[in-house]
Structures are given as structure tokens and as C-alpha cells.
């Protein structure tokens, strides 16, 4: 290292925090280290110093620490090599400095330079709406190459999200939602579970702050008794492993905030009744030949000593999960009356659940084998070939590969296939071949006959019947789950339609030659126009289809036989939309904006107190939603260009609809104390309310007008002391 290369530093101390984080990242790297290897993460140190010397992250620390700590990443969470630790220290690099491709290559080889143009982003690209989607596909093309990109990406978006709090709040929203929205859940289909769920954590802790907060005092709070029970149901345990002669490891791993989150939404229960809160993880020290006898002896022992639930058995050993998850899960009845999950994996099974998709490849004994991930990986080039879309459908598309549940079928030969949970006869037609889905007329499971919609279950065997007749109809997309099968529909519709469009083609061009019309660009224009189709191929396909009343176009005639389109008064999106996205200024809910429309989404309700945004819509002006709005995730992370900062006034001379609902113990007179502390107490107008009672339990619901989240949190209070009142909550807009 050069001795004035770090003279850029504020002071001493600041020079010295870096050279400690650096010497950090060597002891991460040691193990992966030789001569050369050393001396190429020092050169690359050097040169991703030097690069962002003038450079400062929005905290106004160096911006060398980010590389630095991605690298760290790289190498200590995700277990990847030298070629990997290299390209995160040079990663932003190419993008930010006058550093080239070229000069990469030159220095650390063409290995390096292919992986970093994957993790460069595509800087002309930044007017674009979709930005964000097509950085994605650009990183997934380079799946046919090497998989570190995709890694290393992951990498940089979890020290981004760790570093998130010097952002501004708007930017945090947007990052955090594209977060959730693709990287957690691509963390999750490479394996990388310690990082999928802090991302997810991270996610939450900057789009519902409050929520994140609660659940974390929450945990902290029940530590302490957690830690005892875990102790007291696990010693029985440690003492027979440690009599049978088992070297091991036993750890809790506590349920993630975001899970918790996810499970109280959609079981619909409070933080107190959530009882799987942690898993109990038995890791064992075996060779590989005895691993799954060793497993199974464990499972034994466990349930020797505590009654297992015999649905809630998962043999992830004997047929792991498609990204290489192998693991044993069983769910036990404590002496306390709670279940308990219990997790029984060699330490190479916990390596590659932990590192997911790099350790498989540390542990892949022969390189000509092919894993269910290769195959999965195969899945998406194939996907990248054949998609024809923009970027942002393919993303949704490619979002149908990350499946959490998968179940097994069967070919009639006894060929074991892999298919997410849900999915149907169709979708196994084409996962076999996509000529046997379009030609697929219906299926046979387990010998018995059933149409293209029947949902498989694991175990099952599938028997395929075609046709020559048959040919794919637009109605399948609705049949199928799997982002295969949708691909390989869509990609025939559109052949269909092409050769539709053929026949609509001449037909208008038969008519307007009838008219002494010319068939010119012009003239198909106005036509297309008048009937308001994006384009030439929907106009040909509608006349061919009889959608189309060409009478009409007739009268489009002028005197030089050429088609005119008579002038319309319309308002365009384009200005409103240009409008919006122009104003610096937030927009204030209350105030009077000249040319700006904008309501309340319903799927929301949003009241004055919550934190909102505004989101420009295509026929609707703006929509105010709140933060934690259901579609909130994807909103921003798809369309963040169209979301615009937005808060309310001061005033507060409105009312508006918030919806509560509650439960409780069914008692005579529990309707009238709950009416009388909205109306009376509190002089709150009801717009609605409903109760329903059933085995000693009331269920109710309750709309009404009231002035901001102060308002409603007051309301709320008082109805959680009526007698017998179990839990109160506001409901979500459109529930």
C-alpha cells in the first residue's frame, strides 16, 4: 500500500478505521488465501481506495467502508473466494470512478471484468421507469456465466439496507420496498436464510417503523422466559445425545420480526398467541455416508421424550428442497402444553442453509452432476431466452421461480419432478416439455381423470392426454403458477395473435383499396388512433377478431381521399403526470393544487396522522396510501418514479372513514357498551357496524367518521376496556 494513499482521511483516527476494517476483511479472507491471492486483495484494495478517495457516503464517512464491508459479506456470510472478496472491493468502481472494464480486465483478469460489468449498473438507463427492473435482468443474464454476480449484489443491497438510516425517508421507503420486494425473496431461492431474513427485517424496520419497534420490545421483553424454557426442554435432550456418543451443537434460532409480522397479518392473532416464536437446532458432527441414519437416530431420540405432531414432519433429507436446503423438521409437544419445531441437520446441511447456494458448490463432489439448483438455474436462462417482455412483467414473471413451498410428483415411469405448491395438471405439462402443454387436453392423477386446473399435491402421479388439436388459450395464464409455463403461453398467444394480425391486416387493406383509399403508415395511424389502440399489431388482430366496426373509418374520408382524425379535447396523462413529477415540493393533503387531482385509496384508507405517499395513477390523478399500505411494496419498488412525497395540512376541519374491527367473550349488552362509548363518550358518527357471534366468541366490525390517527387511537383505547374485549384493531381500507 502506498504511503500517501490514504491522505485523503479527515484525521488520524479516520485512517486507522479504515486500515482496521481492511485488516478485518484479511482475516475473513485467510482461509481462501495464497501468495497470489493476498496480493491481488491488497492490489484491489489499493486500487478501489484510490478510486473512491474523493468520494463520501450521505453518513460522511469515506465511501471506501462500503466496499470494504461488502467484501466482508462476501467472503464471512456468503463463504465465497478470492475471485468474489476482488470483485466486491472493485464493484462500484466501473460505475462511480474513470475506472473502465477495460482497466479491470487488464489488472485482475477477464474473470473479474465479466462479473463487475454484471454488477454495473446501467447508468443511461437512469430516466427509465423500469431502472431497477432492468439492472435486475441484466445481473440474472449473467446466470449463464457466473452466479457470484447475483451474490455479490446481495451483498451490496444488505450493507446498503444495514447502512439505510443516513437516507432521507422517502429514499428509505423506495429502497426498502425494492428490497422486499426481489432481493429478499432471491436470498431466500439461493439459500442465504440468515440473509433473507435480516433484509426482510431491515425491510420492515424502514417501511413500518412502529410495527418493527413494538415487536422488538416484545421479544426483548420475553427473552429472559424463552431462554429458561429452552434450556429445560433441551437437557433431557443433550444428556441421551451425549450417552449415545453424538458429538453436536444444540442453538434456538428466534422467529425474525418480519415472520412474526407476516404471521400475525395472516393468522389474525396478537404477539401473546404466536408460540412458535423459536425452533430448537440440532447439529451434528457426522461423516457423510452416516448422515441421514445419523439424523434419523436423533429424530428418535427427540421423540423418545416429547410427543411429535404427526403432520408437521419434513424429510428435507431424503428429497431436498430445490436450492439444496437438506434438513430433518419435526414438531414436538412440550410438558408445558407448547409446540416446539425441532431442526436435525449435519453441520454440511447447516453450512449450506446458511450459505445456501456458494457452500453448494464448496460441497459438489462431481462436477458433471447436475443439483436441483442447476436445473433451476437452467429454469431462468431459459426464461431470460424466451422472455420478449419489458422489464418490469419479466420481473414479475421471474418473481414465480421463488417459490418457499415446493411438493413432488411423479411421471408415469416413477420420475420424480419438483413443482411449487399450488401448482397444476398444466403446469407439469409444460415442466415435461412445452410441446406437451400445448398440447395438453387434460391429465390423469393417480389413474383417475382430471381437467388442466386440478392442483397437485406431493406424491402424486401424473399422467399427461394431448391433442393435435389443441392449441394454448389466454384463459391458461390463469390455470398456472409457475413462471415456465406462464412464459411459454404467453410466447404462443403472441405467434397466435401474429398470424391474426396478418388476416387484419388485409382485411383493412381490402377496404380502404374499396374506399380509393392508399394503405400507407399515415392512414393505419388514424385508424389506430381513432379506435385508441397502442398499435398496429392490437388494430390488425381486433379486425380480424370482428372487433372492429371499419363503417366507421369512412367518414374519416377527406376530399384527397386520405383519412383525417377529427380533433378531440382531451387531457393528456402526460402533462398531469409531468406536472406532478416537476413540483419539488411534497404535496399537502388539504391545500388546493390547480390541475393536480387527488383521493384517498381504498385499499388503505389513509386519515390524517399516518405516513403517506402519493402515487401518480394512469386515469385517476394521484392516490394518497399509506406507508404500510398492502401494495405499498409493489408500488414503490416497480413504480417509485411515480411516487411523489406527500403529508397533511394542519387544518383539520374533515372527517374521515377508518374501519376497526374487534373480539371478544359474547356477553348480553356488549353491543350497547360498545355503541355508547362511539357515540355517546366520544360523539363519534358510526358510518356502519356488524357483529356476529358464534360458540361464546363476537366478532365486529365498525366504521366511522373521525378526524386524524389521534382521533382513532383514542377510540381504540377506550373500547379495549370494555369488559370481555379481547382485541381491538383498525382494519386495513378495502377488508
Known sequence: MKKDALDFARDEQEKQDILNAYRGLLRVSKRYRNPDGARLIRKAFNVALDAHKDMRRKSGEPYIYHPIAVARIVGEEIGLGNTSIICALLHDTVEDTEITLEDIEAMFGPKCRAIIDGLTKISHLDHSPSIQAENFRKMLLTLSDDVRVILIKIADRLHNMRTL???????????????????????????????????????????????????????QKTKEVRQRFIRSFVNPIKKQLDQEGFNYKVKART??????????????????????????????????????????????????????????????????????????????????????????????????????LAAHFRYKEDGSHQSKLDLWLGEIRELLDSSNEDAIDFIDEFKLNLFVDEIYVFTPKGDLRTLPKAATALDFAFDIHTEVGKKCIGAKVNHKLVPLSHQLKSGDQVEILTSNKQEPKRDWLDLVKTARAKAKIKTALKEGVKK???????????????????????????????????????????IAEENVDLSQVKA???????????????????????????????????????????????????????????????????????????????????????????????????????????????????????????SDSLNINMKSISFDSEDGTFTGQVKVLIQDTNHLDSLIKELKKVKGMRRVERMEGDE
Not at 197 to 213: F, N, R
Not at 319 to 342: A, C, D, F, K
Not at 644 to 652: D, E, L, N, P
Open 500 to 542: 391474426r394480425a396478418e388476416d387484419g391486416k388485409e382485411i383493412l387493406d381490402r377496404k380502404l383499396k374499396q374506399w380509393n383509399v392508399p394503405f400507407t403508415s399515415e392512414n393505419v395511424g388514424v385508424v389506430q388512433s381513432f379506435f385508441k389502440f397502442p398499435g398496429a399489431t392490437e388494430l390488425y388482430f381486433a
Open 556 to 678: 374519416l374520408i377527406g376530399k384527397d381521399k386520405n383519412l383525417y382524425l377529427p380533433e378531440r379535447e382531451t387531457k393528456t396523462q402526460e402533462r398531469k403526470e409531468k406536472t406532478t413529477k416537476d413540483k419539488k415540493d411534497e404535496l399537502i393533503i388539504g391545500e388546493n393544487y390547480k390541475g393536480l387531482q387527488y383521493s384517498l385509496a381504498q385499499c388503505c384508507s389513509p386519515i390524517p396522522g399516518d405516513d403517506v405517499f402519493g402515487f401518480v395513477t394512469i386515469r385517476e390523478g394521484i392516490k394518497i396510501h399509506r406507508q404500510n399500505c398492502p401494495n405499498a411494496t409493489q408500488l414503490l419498488s416497480k413504480y417509485a418514479y411515480r411516487a411523489i412525497k406527500a403529508r397533511w395540512s394542519s387544518g383539520k376541519e374533515d372527517e374521515f372513514i377508518a374501519g376497526i374491527r374487534f373480539v371478544g367473550i359474547d356477553d348480553i349488552g356488549i353491543v350497547k357498551r360498545v355503541t355508547d362509548i362511539i
Open 255 to 356: 422467529k425474525s420480526i418480519a415472520s412474526i409480522w407476516d404471521k400475525i397479518n395472516k393468522k389474525n392473532i396478537p404477539f401473546e398467541e404466536i408460540y412458535d416464536l423459536f425452533a430448537i437446532r440440532i447439529i451434528l458432527d457426522s461423516e457423510n455416508e452416516q448422515e441421514k441414519a445419523d439424523c434419523w437416530k436423533v429424530y428418535s431420540i427427540v421423540t423418545d421424550y416429547y410427543q411429535p405432531n404427526p403432520d408437521r414432519l419434513r424429510d428435507w433429507i431424503s428429497i431436498p428442497r430445490s436450492n439444496g436446503y437438506e434438513s430433518l423438521h419435526t414438531t414436538v409437544m412440550s410438558p408445558t402444553g407448547q409446540w416446539v419445531e425441532v431442526q436435525i441437520r449435519t453441520e454440511r446441511m447447516d453450512d449450506v442453509a446458511e450459505k445456501g
Open 165 to 219: 438510516g443516513s437516507m432521507k425517508p422517502e429514499k428509505q421507503l423506495k429502497i426498502a420496498s425494492e428490497t422486499k420486494y426481489m432481493y429478499a425473496p432471491m436470498a431466500h431461492r439461493l439459500g442465504l436464510y440468515n440473509i433473507k431474513s435480516e433484509l426482510e427485517d431491515l425491510s420492515l424496520k424502514y417501511t413500518q417503523p412502529k410495527v418493527y419497534e413494538h415487536i422488538s420490545k416484545k421479544l
